[in-house]
């Protein structure tokens, strides 16, 4: 079974520094690995995923991640924090070669502050 | 593309009455997805289809929840009868292939009252 674990339902940055929110995957085959974020009343939105291949990814809006399969990680950085990037964000696993679901954690929501 | 299509926005409907949650998915895609998002349990995913198969519905809460995907371009969830406790917002998605990312709309906000 897949599980994603997100630390920090809530984290604070001041705009222009770093973001760095964690999750953590747990998968018994390789995953796939996305980042989504909601902005308030919509729908989620695709950051970046993680599928095969280079395991440092870059999205949209500035944002990376990197798989570390050593420590089944996959924590979303940005480096200057931008008050237009106040939202939820939710990391995501589905497993590779199997029927299975997209399995979210549960949301960190992101406050930047001038 | 439009993007995955949901309706309504917003519903308000009293306790027992029937429900029913639209959603067109983007042309071509053959996953289709049902989440729920609530405060207290985040987002879960009630049921998805494959070539408008209904491939798992393991997350469909109770009898009351139905859904049916007729054809590649229209999905419905039904509620009947609703109660208080299934309000929240209503997620569908689409995607291209297993594995592939999953493409949101914007959601239902369901107020059951």
């Known amino acids: 079974a897949q599980s994603v674990t997100q630390l920090g339902s809530h984290v604070s940055v001041s705009e222009g520094a770093l973001v760095l929110l964690r999750c953590n995957y747990s998968?018994?085959?390789?995953?796939?690995l996305f980042w989504y974020v909601q902005y308030p009343n919509q729908g989620l939105q695709l950051l970046l995923k993680y599928t095969t291949g280079a395991t440092l990814v870059k999205g949209i809006n500035g944002f990376e991640a990197e798989f570390k399969k050593s420590e089944t990680s996959f924590h979303l950085t940005k480096p200057s924090a931008h008050m237009s990037d106040a939202a939820e964000y939710f990391c995501?696993?589905?497993?590779?070669?199997?029927?299975?679901?997209?399995?979210f954690g549960t949301g960190t929501r992101l406050q930047v502050t001038l | 593309d439009a993007g995955v299509i949901q309706s309504p926005r917003h519903e308000v409907t009293e306790m027992g009455q029937e429900v029913t949650l639209r959603c067109k998915p983007i042309s071509g895609h053959d996953y289709l997805f049902w989440y729920r998002q609530t405060m207290m349990r985040g987002l879960e995913l009630l049921i998805y289809?494959?070539?408008?198969?209904?491939?798992?519905d393991s997350g469909m809460p109770e009898d009351r929840f139905s859904a049916k995907m007729p054809n590649a371009s229209f999905s419905t969830l039904k509620i009947q009868p609703s109660e208080p406790r299934d309000s929240a917002v209503y997620f569908c998605?689409?995607?291209?292939?297993?594995?592939?990312?999953?493409?949101f709309g914007q959601g239902t906000r369901l107020t059951v009252v």
């Open positions: 998968s018994s085959v390789p995953p796939y």
């Open positions: 995501a696993v589905s497993e590779t070669g199997t029927a299975s679901k997209l399995t």
């Open positions: 289809f494959n070539n408008n198969v209904p491939i798992d």
């Open positions: 998605a689409s995607s291209l292939g297993w594995g592939r990312a999953a493409f």
